[in-house]
């Protein structure tokens, strides 16, 4: 059975005979898990911006000229049948052309309430409540709609709609490349750490494996060593975040409010919260397991007994 009591005695020498080693560590994984959880904040705001700009991109598909009523219920019914949109509007000609003149009402004033001028706004469709899945396979979308007998053109802000939807998917791909050299780098700062007390306490588990003591017993003060540093890191890493997090929420709130995207910005939930804690215990003692087993093989003691002989 391991000894709690003997553990945490291990941990604490480990400490005061290597401090600086154990605290640079410390900071080492701190900033380690510090940009793996910015990273994690990161796109799942950008995912929450996607999903706020999806329910508010309207798709307005304009339609031809002297339509009867049987060709307009057979676009409004291929439009509903898609079931892409979660709101669909018809605007007549009338509508269209007084929606213009309210939010532009200097251009071309006198032009457009000549009497004798005709109504050049066609009449339209507008779609509106894309999820946010599916942004991405707007122009997808767009070209089925297009093709529709009836339909003139597709207009959905094209060209920042393809823009944002391909950062989006760089932004993923470059962060889950980052994640993971980070997450392998921090196995690696922690097996460092952990190599560094086994140096000096090689021959204390050479005599243990003699004297009949288990893996388990040997490895085990190692194992929870590296769990406690990845543990802390991981705890003050969150914290960072979370300065940084209102950092973000400041600059958006004040500087760049114009987006209108502040309030869509969050900080990990308790539940993702406790995630990344488990992960950071998870890696601090993965990476102690990986280099402790190197050295506590079984026959490591032996092997030096026999050639002592």
Not at 120 to 141: E, N, R
Not at 179 to 198: F, K, P, Q
């Amino acid at each position: 059975m391991i000894d709690r009591k003997y553990i945490m005695k291990e941990i604490g020498r480990s400490w005061s005979q290597h401090f600086a080693v154990q605290a640079s560590t410390l900071l080492v994984l701190t900033a380690t898990f510090t940009v793996i959880f910015s990273i994690f904040s990161l796109l799942g705001n950008l995912k929450s911006i996607l999903t706020k700009w999806g329910k508010d991109i309207q798709v307005t598909v304009f339609l031809e000229e002297a339509l009867s009523k049987d060709n307009l219920s057979e676009i409004e019914q291929s439009l509903r049948g898609m079931g892409d949109f979660s709101s669909l509007r018809f605007v007549d000609k009338i509508e269209a052309r007084t929606k213009f003149m309210k939010q532009m009402p200097g251009f071309a004033k006198e032009v457009i309430q000549d009497s004798e001028f005709s109504n050049p706004f066609p009449s339209s469709y507008q779609l509106g409540g894309l999820p946010s899945t599916k942004v991405a396979q707007l122009p997808d979308i767009a070209k089925k709609i297009s093709v529709l007998a009836g339909v003139e053109d597709v207009s959905y802000g094209q060209e920042w709609v393809e823009n944002y939807a391909s950062f989006i998917t760089g932004i993923s791909q470059s962060g889950w490349f980052l994640v993971v050299t980070l997450a392998l780098g921090s196995l690696l700062v922690i097996s460092n750490s952990v190599r560094v007390a086994l140096s000096q306490r090689r021959e204390e588990i050479e005599i243990m494996e003699l004297v009949g003591a288990t893996s388990g017993m040997i490895r085990a003060p190692y194992v929870f060593e590296g769990a406690v540093m990845g543990g802390a890191a991981a705890l003050l890493a969150i914290a960072l975040s979370y300065f940084v997090y209102q950092l973000e929420l400041h600059l958006l709130a004040s500087d760049m409010n114009f987006l209108g995207i502040s309030e869509v910005f969050s900080f990990f939930k308790i539940e993702s919260a406790l995630l990344l804690f488990v992960f950071g215990i998870a890696s601090g003692a993965v990476g102690a397991y990986l280099c402790v087993r190197k050295v506590n093989t079984g026959w490591a003691a032996g092997q030096k007994a026999s050639h002592s002989q």
